[in-house]
């Protein structure tokens, strides 16, 4: 209880002073679960919309596969990229090993199959509703996709922020890739992971109630920009 | 000048959906002209053989043959589903949709969606969220958006189901102007006393089959059936 109270404090004395140190590893949490979760949403949501509309053989196969890939353990897709990343792998001569973009790589990995595949629930029920309209309006394929991703974007922003909210919380994977090296890869998750292991138990507290602050602020202004709750006939 | 679809000639045409047949066999032609009603009672495949005609469900047996490639008959018709979709749009978007697909503009789409809206009556509804719309108002809508794209057939099932008395009065009304321009109209009911008033011809159908064909005069008063007899009666016919 002790802890939690001090970690509370030190997270608002942090934030009311704006420490820089908190400020940065803030910004880069950001800056690296942000751009994971634009790359992911530009293939997971048409990926996801494709997949309600289009029947073809081993339809039911990629579904499954994709709903498995939901739960990839982190600390293996951390692993496999590193492996991919690292000097001797395929891609070593990139040099983005303990980089930002190493880190992006990873929770694109991870996020993709979870917002492709809340993205395919969505818009399978949305087409069953918009199945004989769309046909019977001739549409072509690609604009069903099109119209789906349109009109069931309330569903699919969820699929986003559901997306946001596994990357911003995760831990495993980007500790492998980014290296939680000071002022170039430390984010919030790892920075809390490194002080709990020395023992500072308020500092990574203090930092925890920010990572939950952040995600929260977040979908809020993400919920009020959209307008998501105020009618649901749009 | 857009080539004639017509005529539709069906032969000996069957529909099943997992092994259970939902029409045929029919054997029908289809002229350019007029406004025909498909009578029956619930069950009796009448929405399936519009479907049928409109492309959305294929034979499993017989053929089906426009006078034109299906290619260039799918952008000549237009279908009023019994509980039309409102997508997420306002009134004018939706209607406007119908014409963006087909690649005109979005400024001109909207020009006519607001134009067509204001003829079926929904001028007051134009930044209106579809869904909030009566039921009688969606068919409006419904019907906007299939007239908006000038089709040669327009395929109506059961529009005025669910309505009260006004709305349908006001469908009708709407089905009689597009009556008087060249839309060759096709329509489910089970409503006599609509089928009455507006049918030109009658399809009488029992048990997915077409037991009469005729004009609606001769339906009426000389039905040939006893099915029909029995339908016109106000018995129960299964």
Redesign the interface.
């Known amino acids: 209880m002790n802890d939690l109270s001090r970690g509370l404090a030190e997270a608002a004395y942090r934030v009311v002073t704006l420490d820089p140190e908190l400020v940065e590893i803030t910004l880069r949490s950001l800056q690296v679960t942000v751009t994971a979760v634009v790359i992911a949403s530009a293939i997971g949501l048409p990926l996801g919309a494709w997949l309600a509309v289009n029947r073809f053989a081993g339809r039911r196969h990629v579904i499954a596969v994709l709903n498995a890939l939901m739960g990839l353990p982190p600390v293996v897709v951390g692993l496999i990229i590193y492996v991919l990343l690292s000097r001797s792998g395929p891609f070593g001569v990139l040099g983005l090993l303990f980089t930002p973009t190493a880190m992006i790589i990873a929770q694109v990995v991870i996020v993709t199959p979870l917002i492709a595949s809340i993205a395919h629930q969505a818009l399978r029920d949305l087409w069953a509703?918009?199945h004989?309209?769309l046909?019977?309006?001739?549409?072509?394929k690609r604009?069903r996709v099109a119209?789906l991703l349109w009109?069931g974007?309330r569903a699919l922003l969820t699929a986003c922020l559901a997306g946001f909210g596994r990357a911003i919380g995760e831990v495993g994977a980007i500790m492998i890739v980014g290296g939680n090296i000071d002022n170039a890869t430390r984010v919030l998750t790892t920075a809390i992971a490194l002080e709990t292991g020395k023992g500072n138990f308020s500092l990574a507290l203090g930092l925890g109630f920010v990572l939950v602050a952040l995600s929260i602020l977040l979908n809020l202004a993400i919920h009020s920009l959209s307008r998501t709750e105020r009618?649901?006939?749009? | 000048m857009v080539a004639s679809i017509f005529p539709l000639q069906i032969k000996g045409v069957e529909v099943k959906q997992r092994g259970v047949r939902l029409i045929g066999p029919v054997d029908l032609e289809l002229g350019a002209e007029g406004l025909t009603i498909v009578l029956g009672p619930n069950g009796s495949g009448k929405t399936s053989l519009l479907r049928l005609m409109?492309g959305?469900i294929r034979p499993v047996r017989g053929s089906l043959k426009w006078a034109v490639p299906e290619a260039e008959v799918?952008?000549q018709?237009?279908?009023v589903?019994q509980t039309?979709?409102m997508?997420?749009?306002s009134v004018t978007e939706c209607i406007a949709?119908?014409l963006i697909?087909?690649g005109v503009s979005r400024a001109q789409a909207r020009n006519a969606a607001r134009e067509y809206a204001t003829r079926v009556g929904l001028a007051h509804a134009l930044d209106r969220?579809?869904?909030?719309l009566s039921g009688g108002e969606k068919q409006k809508l419904a019907l906007a958006r299939a007239l908006i794209r000038k089709p040669q057939i327009l395929f109506l099932d059961e529009p005025c189901a669910n309505l009260d008395g006004r709305a349908t009065r006001e469908i009708e009304t709407i089905l009689g102007e597009v009556r008087s321009t060249s839309t060759r109209i096709v329509m489910a009911t089970h409503d006599l006393g609509q089928a009455r008033r507006l049918a030109q011809d009658v399809l009488f159908m029992v048990n997915g089959c077409v037991h009469e064909k005729s004009s609606a005069h001769d339906f009426f008063s000389n039905p040939q059936t006893a099915e029909a007899k029995a339908f016109l009666g106000g018995q129960i016919v299964e």
């Open positions: 509703e918009y004989d309209l046909i019977s309006l001739n549409t072509t604009q119209t009109e974007r009618s649901t006939l749009w | 409109h959305l799918r952008t018709q237009a279908y589903f039309p979709t997508m997420r749009r949709y119908a697909v087909t969220p579809a869904g909030v």
